[in-house]
């Protein structure tokens, strides 16, 4: 399994970004997430899709930031809208494997999740 995260971004407040995240040996039995971590703070999820294409987001980016999954180019994305200086930080993509059966969690702890991508920065002038 490996996640390779692009896009190395920065931009200005108030404009977008998107962040692909190459998957490899991710099938759609795992969960997939984005993560972000600031200096000196805790890593925060802020978008994960499970087996079925559920997403859920975490409440401070609810409208601002969404992700999709293309199983069939093994792709997973993050669009960044209205970005806040606050949102500067490392940008991680996750993936989980559950089970055979696929992985229905919703769960946006960083514990949860086995593999990580090396990460991305983007900076919010």
């Known amino acids: 399994v490996q996640l390779v995260e692009s896009g190395l971004g920065s931009v200005q407040a108030g404009g977008s970004l998107r962040l692909p995240c190459a998957l490899s040996?991710?099938?759609?039995?795992?969960?997939v997430a984005w993560f972000r971590q600031a200096p000196g703070k805790e890593r925060e999820g802020i978008a994960v899709?499970?087996?079925?294409?559920?997403?859920t987001y975490a409440d401070s980016v609810q409208g601002r930031i969404f992700s999709s999954r293309d199983n069939s180019k093994n792709i997973l994305s993050l669009q960044m809208n209205s970005l806040k200086p606050e949102d500067a930080a490392m940008y991680y993509c996750?993936?989980?494997?559950?089970?055979?059966?696929?992985?229905?969690?919703?769960?946006?702890?960083?514990?949860?999740?086995?593999?990580w991508g090396q990460g991305t920065q983007v900076t919010v002038s």
């Open positions: 996750a993936a989980r494997y559950s089970g055979f059966s696929g992985c229905y969690s919703s769960s946006l702890d960083y514990k949860f999740f086995d593999y």
């Open positions: 040996g991710v099938t759609w039995r795992y969960c």
């Open positions: 899709i499970n087996s079925k294409g559920t997403t």
